[in-house]
């Protein structure tokens, strides 16, 4: 019997999700799975172009991200991936590919504390003009059972910190 566990670090562009999952899969020698890296490259040169992603665009990249989960904790290890995870339905199709056992981590924060964090980033393929587009899609999980909501106001260690505390309450 393994203890393997997934967890997702979700939100929208700019709340931290790389940094913080980062952070969390070294807090519990998880591996460490970067959603971004696994999108299409149609769908980044969507996203650098400042078009948003539609549902059909984010079902393939979902998937990958469901079976790199699943293959992670097929093989007995833990895992922490990034994924912006914004609608239910979308959560829903990770859960299922993770076998149910999935965690997620919301990163939540104010529009005015995310632009100013998009703006100060250099090198993302992610316009900080794509934030409203974000926040409209976004579906906020804090309801959802398994689901940790993190206030972003604070340094990645206390975000970090306050989300080992949550995970644990879940466990």
Not at 19 to 44: T, Y
Not at 63 to 72: E, F, K, Q, V
Not at 124 to 148: I, K, N, R, Y
Request: net charge neutral; glycine share 8%.
């Amino acid at each position: 019997m393994t203890n393997a566990r997934a967890i997702v670090i979700m939100g929208v562009s700019g709340c931290g999700k790389t940094s913080v999952a980062e952070g969390l899969a070294a807090a519990l020698s998880a591996a460490f799975i970067e959603g971004d890296s696994l999108h299409p490259a149609a769908n980044v040169e969507k996203m650098s172009k400042g078009i948003p992603l539609t549902d059909d665009d984010r079902w393939p990249w979902l998937d990958t991200i469901g079976r790199a989960m699943a293959d992670t904790l097929h093989d007995g290890k833990s895992v922490v991936v990034s994924c912006s995870a914004l609608k239910a339905v979308y959560r829903d199709r990770l859960r299922q590919a993770a076998g149910g056992a999935l965690a997620f981590v919301f990163l939540k924060g104010s529009r005015a504390l995310l632009m100013a964090r998009m703006a100060a980033r250099r090198g993302h393929f992610m316009p900080a003009s794509l934030l409203d587009s974000q926040l409209a899609t976004l579906e906020d999980p804090s309801q959802e059972p398994g689901v940790v909501t993190v206030d972003i106001d604070a340094s990645i260690e206390q975000i970090v910190a306050a989300a080992l505390v949550g995970l644990k309450a879940l466990s």
